[in-house]
T-cell receptor
Framework: DAGVTQSPTHLIKTRGQQVTLRCSPISGHKSVSWYQQVLGQGPQFIFQYYEKEERGRGNFPDRFSARQFPNYSSELNVNALLLGDSALYLC???????????FGSGTRLTVV | GQNIDQPTEMTATEGAIVQINCTYQTSGFNGLFWYQQHAGEAPTFLSYNVLDGLEEKGRFSSFLSRSKGYSYLLLKELQMKDSASYLCAEGGDYGGATNKLIFGTGTLLAVQP
């Protein structure tokens, strides 16, 4: 069975650009959460989606947005990239937003 | 507030036992998680405690005391492959998000021969 898949695995962007990260949850999982992990820190919660609706949002600026599609896959968008947005972006899926989180391998974003 | 504290680094010897402590302060507590994360990889689930006491799973055990806001992860018979970052995370229903995880900064464990 495929786990949580994220694309791309690595990405380099320039300050001011926009980026879209993608996540496909485990088959049957209806909830997707996004986390940002800066080097040397623990992951920080960005968004949670369940059944295509936003369930919660972390302390991130409006430059960060996300959505969930009918097939439960999800996209995270970040506009007007800053150097500080350089991080590993992790997607986690679960059946109903419960504690059975499975993380994907992440997308390593570097902003130069 | 929401504040999770764990040591930044620890060193232990192959074959030994190591205990990684974690303290938390928050309301809406809904369980304490431990994840293992190797460099450049995704966190992988190790344990979940919601009630006080010890949960044992092979070489790994996790303990929770809700009254003290305290947990620890115990690793026995350490192997070189156990060298990784160990993340303590608190789960709770915050701001509408069900079971949002709040992570500590992680404890980088180095296992030496």
């Amino acid at each position: 069975d495929a786990g949580v898949t994220q694309s791309p695995t690595h990405l380099i962007k320039t300050r001011g650009q926009q980026v879209t990260l993608r996540c496909s949850p485990i088959s049957g999982h209806k909830s997707v959460s996004w986390y940002q992990q800066v080097l040397g820190q623990g992951p920080q919660f960005i968004f949670q989606y369940y059944e295509k609706e936003e369930r919660g949002r972390g302390n991130f600026p409006d430059r960060f947005s996300a959505r969930q599609f009918p097939n439960y896959s999800s996209e995270l968008n970040v506009n007007a990239l800053l150097l500080g947005d350089s991080a590993l972006y992790l997607c986690a899926s679960s059946f109903s937003g419960d504690y059975g989180y499975t993380f994907g391998s992440g997308t390593r974003l570097t902003v130069v | 507030g929401q504040n999770i504290d764990q040591p930044t680094e620890m060193t232990a010897t192959e074959g030994a036992i190591v205990q990684i402590n974690c303290t938390y302060q928050t309301s809406g507590f809904n369980g304490l998680f431990w994840y293992q994360q190797h460099a450049g990889e995704a966190p992988t689930f190790l344990s979940y405690n919601v009630l006080d006491g010890l949960e044992e799973k092979g070489r790994f055990s996790s303990f929770l005391s809700r009254s003290k806001g305290y947990s620890y992860l115990l690793l026995k018979e350490l192997q070189m492959k156990d060298s990784a970052s160990y993340l303590c995370a608190e789960g709770g229903d915050y701001g509408g998000a069900t079971n949002k995880l709040i992570f500590g900064t992680g404890t980088l464990l180095a296992v030496q021969p």
